[in-house]
Each structure stands twice: as structure tokens, then as C-alpha cells.
């Protein structure tokens, strides 16, 4: 203990400051403390957090179609180390980064030393052939899947971490919602400049590369603070955040024999992948490329959620169940689960059903199909896996004739009462933080309580990645040498999933969940006189029916109080959990058009702007409409100069160069403005479908 006070006392007394790398005196580090490994293996950690980051620059305006190699400009690695920054450290060339940073591991005692980069995938491209040179190709790796690496050992004891997978969102985002004192130095850096190694930097630059990594090394502090760990002890993912407290809960629980009772052999978990859908998005047909006036939206309140604690699930292992009738299996739906493989002929949406649920995508084999936006209406043929309440839609939505293929059933439960009591203390903890000053808190209990879903539609086994360094052929036909480890699937599904004593959540669980919440989307769809867009948990639309919503949700507290959970109050406010929800002005828009899903655009009456949700466009591309609504159809395209969205071509090179102005050059990435052009879905005038008996307030343009 005396010794931690006397480290912590020196390491608070050292001054702050950004130096060239090679003026800081690195045998300071050597004060810096370690803690014993909790892996497998017996070495030893450096108890200090250390971000680093690029920056790069073309060599020179690209021609149109070209891509331009790319090297670094400048790059900053930042330590911090008993709730104080250290020292910020400099450089351009890439070669001296790695020189430093080989000088801070030779000076610290331990064994490891972790280095975050906020967007690692990035930096590594740049960096891959430094890294090779001085210190050999990786000993260990973990992708999550091409050019994605989200850790790299190498045989020295550093250890590359990307931080953006585990906070899910921008540096600038980041900083500003945990609060910390260093924020993003946003504008200081023009991005356009062509740069050369051997240049001064700016007072501006010189600001802007320092809070890169200054304000990424106290967002790390504050998620250990948060999550009462160190820094080695982060999770990977955010979904990992609230897994580890999950697991714990449920150990202490005997969730592992539950698990073990139910969890199916691989060839239904195979059934099941093909069953798992995810949220419903799509527009009406009808009214694609439409002004509309005065449309409301309603969103579901924490919907996944909801339906974890009010609904049932399979609770036993599936066992095969010879049928021929799907009436049987509507009638016993509300106990039993069901994966069925059907096969449908003669397939044909029926009259006056604006939003059609088969799913194109999610079909095995089919024949002469007319699809809406990748949504069947009429198909010859068509074999799909199915729960029971996807079978209920779809037999409320089309006339068919069938054949069940195959059909396996389970009796339906609520979940665990420790996983629901779990997930209702995470929302619980949300809501009671949703007004607290400390805005860090209410983003992770956010963060914790969303990802209560995730962890359970996790594959149960991820594809292995191995990333090959063996330049040649490959390298020639510029792969990005990745490629899948060949194994055994059934092997593997086995000892990493039913095997693994980590493993306590079933995957069907989380299938159910999207099924039940495609559900609740159509019944509230249902409510609308005209239904004219939805995406996941929000029905956008006019003629809402406000006693059908209000039963609606009273049902849904209902439900919520059988199963034994209440309203969350904090201070006099109620927050209800999957109610469809509906904020005056907020969630009104005096004008709408969609051009199909994720392709949507309103005037928000709170601000009176244009407000897009365009897939692949951010948000900012709305300025491209110029405040007319006009402007958002068919074949407008979104400059990505404007809106700020870059296409990522990879760069490889065989070995390191010095170009003819000094630079020293690697393999790269070329980030271009990537333009977006709009598109709207053809819509479908079939024989024997109505798609157009509708008496919806259009106005043409």
C-alpha cells in the first residue's frame, strides 16, 4: 500500500506536456506499476493506458477513377497513468512511432503493455509494414472480420486494442458524452492539405493531434472508473460491457444448467440461423415517391426489451413434431414454439395490405417472385423457415396453398426470472439516470440496458479470421490476406458454445425476440387509418386510432405486471416499457416522403427542418435538399463532399518506400468522397393484387 501511495504520488507529480518524441526521458515509465495476468499464461500487465493515433495525407490529387497511396503525416501517442496524463508524444514518420513506441515497452516493467487506437483497423493499415520490420508479424490476432482486427499481439509484449468497437461511436461523440476535460479538436485539421513529412506543424495541428489522444486516454479512465476495472480488464465490445455482469449474475444462479437443458444440438442451431430475422423495415408501396401531409410517428419504448419480460419463449430443447396442418400450430401458438420449414405455392399477397413481411432475403429456394423492396408479393414457389408468429402474419397477410417440410416445437415460458430481473434492473437503471448531470453514467446504463438483446442473438460461433502475412500470389492480385480458418463446424459449435461455461444465454432466445417485436410492429400498424412507413420499433403513418394504442399499451403494462415488473418512477415520472410512445411536435411532421426503407425524409414541425434517414447518407446531407422536399427523389444525389462520407480503397505495397519527397510509405487506405444517388423501389401493379385501393392524402409535387 505504501508503495501504490508512493507511485501514485510521483507518477501526480510529474508535468504535463506534449514532446517530440525523442525529448521525453522514458526511464520515468520505469515507475509506472504492473499486475500479474489473469490469462492463462504467467506474465505481467502495465497498469497504464496509452492511446495512439494518425494522421495521413495524399501524395497528390487523384485523377478521376485513380486511387492515390497515402502515407502518415503525423501521429501522437498519449499516457496516462494514476488518474494523470503524463506526457503526449510526437512525431511524423511512421518508422519513429515505432521507435517510440519500442522505447516505452523496454522502459516498463511488465510484460504487456496495451496501445488503443480509437479506430485501430485504420491506423493498421498504415502501420502493418513498420510494425513487420522492427518486430515480426503478429503473434496472435483477433478480427472481427476483414480488415477489422480489433486486438494484435506481437512476440515484444505490445498489444494493439481498437476502443471504437467498445464505445460504438466517434471520438468527438465519445469525449463529449463522457465528459472528460480533453475534447476532439474539431476543425484544426484541414484534411485537404497535401503534407510531407519534414513539415512544421501549425500551433492548430499541433492542438488538434495532442486532444486526439488526450481525450482517448481519459475516456478509458472513465470507463474503468465506471466499470471498476483496470484497463486491461475492458471488454472488447460494448455488448461485452454488460455480458461479464450477466454471466456473473447467472452463474450464481445455475443459468448453466438451464442452458445446458435447452441448448440445441447444431443441425437445429443451423434452423435457427435461417429462422432469426431482424427488425422490420420497410415503406408502403403505395406511397413511394409521394408528399405526404401531416404524418405522426409512434416508437416502441425499449421494444426488444419488452417483450424479454412480457413474453414467452422456448424454455426445452426442440424435439420434431410430424404435422401436416398449420392451423395446429396457430392454435397451440401461445405455449409452444415452433420452427417450421414451409413450403408455399401459389403465393399472393392479399387485398389492402400495405406492408407485406416475407422476406426475400430469408427464402431458401423460390420461383417467379414479384418482390416490393425486397418484401414478396406474389411468388410461384417459395420454401422459408419460420417461427409461429412469423406463420401468423404471413397467414393473416396471403393466400397460399403448403406443405410443411419440417416442424420442430418446444414448450413456451417466460424467461429466467434472474435474466428478467436483470434486464429490468439495466432499464430501471437508465431511467433513473436519464436526467443525472453525469451524463458519462447515463451512457453506459444506455449502453448496458441495449445491449441486454445483443447478447442474446450472438452467433454462437464466430467465424475464425486469420489474416495472412505470406506476401506472393496474393499480394499480386491485392487480397487483403484474410481468409476463414477451415474447421469443423459441428466440432467447433460444440466445444465454443455448448462446451463453453461462459455460454448461458440460448441463441433462439434472441430469435423469438425479433419475431414477437415484427409482431407488435404490425398491430400497431394496424392502428393507423394509412400506414405508410416503419423501421424496427416506429410506425410512421396518419388516422392514428388513439383508443386501439392506448389499449395497446395498456396491455402492455398488463402483461409486464402478470409477469411481476412495474412501471419505473423517478421522481413523480413514469417510464413504461414497450408502450407505443408518441411526443407532440417532436414526433409530428407537417410533410414526409419516403423513397423506401431507409430512405426517408420530413419536416419536423419542432424545428421546422428537413430531417433525412438515408442509408450510407449521414445526417448533415439533408443541407443538400435545400430546405424543399422536393429535392429528395429519384436520382438526387447526395455529394459525398458535402455530406462527409469517404469510400476506403486498400493500398498494398511489397515493401516500404521513400517517395521523391522523403516520405516513407506502407500500405494505405485512399478515403475519396463517395457520392450517394437516390433510388426509389418500382412500384408493382400485379394481376389479381391491389396495391392501389387506397384513399391517402397525396399531394404531387
Known amino acids: 500500500m505504501k508503495k501504490d501511495l508512493q507511485r501514485y504520488r510521483y507518477i501526480n507529480s510529474i508535468e504535463y506536456r506534449m514532446l517530440y518524441f525523442d525529448q521525453f526521458d522514458y526511464s520515468i515509465l520505469g515507475e509506472i506499476g504492473y499486475k500479474k495476468s489473469r490469462s492463462k499464461h504467467t506474465g505481467t500487465i502495465n497498469n497504464i493506458i496509452i492511446m495512439a493515433d494518425t494522421e495521413t495525407s495524399k501524395k497528390h490529387k487523384s485523377k478521376e477513377g485513380e486511387y492515390n497511396a497515402n502515407h502518415v503525416v503525423a501521429w501522437t501517442i498519449s499516457l496516462h497513468a494514476e488518474r494523470h496524463n503524463i506526457v503526449t508524444l510526437y512525431g511524423s514518420k511512421p518508422s519513429d512511432m515505432i521507435r517510440c513506441l519500442t522505447w516505452i515497452q523496454d522502459n516498463l516493467e511488465g510484460d504487456e503493455t496495451l496501445i488503443f487506437f480509437h479506430n485501430l483497423s485504420y491506423d493498421w493499415q498504415f502501420l502493418r509494414l513498420f510494425c513487420f520490420k522492427h518486430w515480426g508479424i503478429p503473434v496472435k490476432q483477433l478480427n472481427t472480420k476483414s480488415h477489422y482486427p480489433v486486438r494484435i499481439q506481437f512476440e515484444n509484449g505490445l498489444i494493439f486494442r481498437d476502443s471504437l468497437i467498445m464505445a460504438q461511436r466517434k471520438l468527438e461523440k465519445w469525449a463529449s458524452d463522457l465528459c472528460v476535460d480533453h475534447q476532439k479538436a474539431v476543425g484544426k485539421w484541414d484534411y485537404d492539405k497535401f503534407r510531407n513529412q519534414d513539415e512544421p506543424f501549425t500551433a492548430n495541428e499541433l492542438e488538434y493531434i495532442e486532444y486526439d489522444t488526450l481525450a482517448g486516454v481519459e475516456c478509458l479512465q472513465v470507463m474503468c472508473d465506471k466499470l471498476d476495472c483496470r484497463i486491461f480488464e475492458l471488454p472488447y465490445t460494448a455488448t461485452g460491457i454488460v455480458r461479464r455482469e450477466c454471466i456473473a449474475s447467472g452463474k450464481k444462479n445455475n443459468a448453466r444448467r438451464t442452458f445446458k437443458s435447452i441448448v440445441p444440438p447444431y443441425y437445429i442451431q443451423e434452423m435457427l440461423e435461417k429462422v432469426f430475422h431482424g427488425g422490420y423495415t420497410h415503406a408502403n408501396r403505395s406511397v413511394i415517391g409521394y408528399r405526404l401531409k401531416d404524418v405522426d410517428c409512434y416508437d416502441f419504448v425499449s421494444s426488444y426489451l419488452y417483450v424479454m419480460l412480457a413474453c414467452k419463449f422456448p424454455m426445452e430443447k426442440f424435439g420434431e413434431l410430424p404435422i401436416d396442418d398449420i392451423n395446429h400450430i396457430l ?67 396471403y393466400k397460399f396453398d403448403y406443405r410443411i417440410e419440417l416442424c420442430y416445437t418446444a414448450i413456451k415460458d417466460y424467461l429466467p426470472r434472474w435474466f428478467t430481473d436483470f434486464i429490468y434492473s439495466k432499464f430501471e437503471a437508465k431511467c433513473r439516470l436519464k436526467h ?89 400498424g394496424s392502428m393507423f387509418d394509412h400506414w405508410y412507413y416503419s423501421d424496427t420499433d416506429s410506425v410512421y403513418g396518419s388516422g392514428a386510432h388513439l383508443d386501439e394504442i ?43 416522403k419516403t423513397m423506401g426503407a431507409k430512405r426517408y425524409c420530413g419536416r419536423c414541425k419542432a424545428d421546422n427542418e428537413l430531417h433525412i434517414t438515408v442509408a450510407g447518407v449521414p445526417k448533415k446531407g439533408a443541407a443538400e435538399l435545400h430546405n424543399k422536399l422536393r429535392n429528395f427523389r429519384k436520382g438526387k444525389v447526395f455529394h459525398g463532399t458535402v455530406t462527409g462520407k469517404l469510400t476506403h480503397q486498400y493500398i498494398y505495397e511489397s515493401v516500404i518506400y521513400i517517395d521523391e519527397h522523403g516520405n516513407e510509405t506502407g500500405d494505405s487506405i485512399d478515403l475519396t468522397p463517395c457520392d450517394y444517388k437516390l433510388d426509389d423501389t418500382e412500384r408493382m401493379l400485379l394481376d389479381g393484387v391491389d396495391t392501389e385501393e387506397y384513399s391517402y392524402q397525396i399531394y404531387e409535387e
Not at 350 to 362: I, T
Not at 368 to 384: F, S
Not at 443 to 456: D, E, H, I, V
Open 436 to 524: 443525472n448531470p453525469d451524463k458519462a453514467l447515463y451512457s453506459l446504463a444506455k449502453g448496458n440496458a441495449n445491449s441486454c438483446y445483443g447478447m442474446t442473438v450472438q452467433r454462437p460461433v464466430d467465424d475464425d479470421i486469420d489474416e495472412i502475412y505470406d506476401y506472393g500470389e496474393m499480394m499480386e492480385e491485392g487480397h487483403a490476406y484474410i481468409m476463414q480458418a477451415v474447421e469443423d463446424p459441428e466440432e467447433r459449435y460444440q466445444q465454443k458454445y455448448v462446451d463453453n461455461m461462459n455460454k448461458i444465454l440460448p441463441y433462439q432466445w434472441g430469435v423469438w425476440v425479433t419475431a414477437y417485436a415484427m409482431e407488435n410492429v404490425h398491430k400497431l
Open 331 to 397: 392454435d397451440t401458438a401461445d405455449d409452444h414454439a415452433y420452427i417450421i420449414k414451409l413450403a408455399m405455392h401459389n403465393v399472393e399477397l392479399k387485398k389492402d395490405v400495405p406492408m407485406p413481411v416475407l422476406q426475400f432475403s430469408k427464402t431458401l429456394k423460390r420461383l417467379n417472385t414479384v418482390c416490393d423492396n425486397g418484401r414478396i408479393l406474389k411468388a410461384e414457389y417459395l420454401e422459408i423457415y419460420l417461427t409461429e408468429i412469423d406463420l401468423k402474419l404471413i397467414v393473416e397477410q
Open 550 to 592: 392506448k389499449a395497446y399499451n395498456d396491455h402492455c403494462i398488463k402483461a409486464l405486471h402478470d409477469n411481476g415488473y412495474e412501471p419505473v418512477e423517478v421522481n413523480g415520472e413514469y417510464f413504461y416499457l414497450g408502450i407505443a410512445e408518441h411526443k407532440p411536435l417532436e414526433d409530428e411532421y407537417s410533410e414526409f
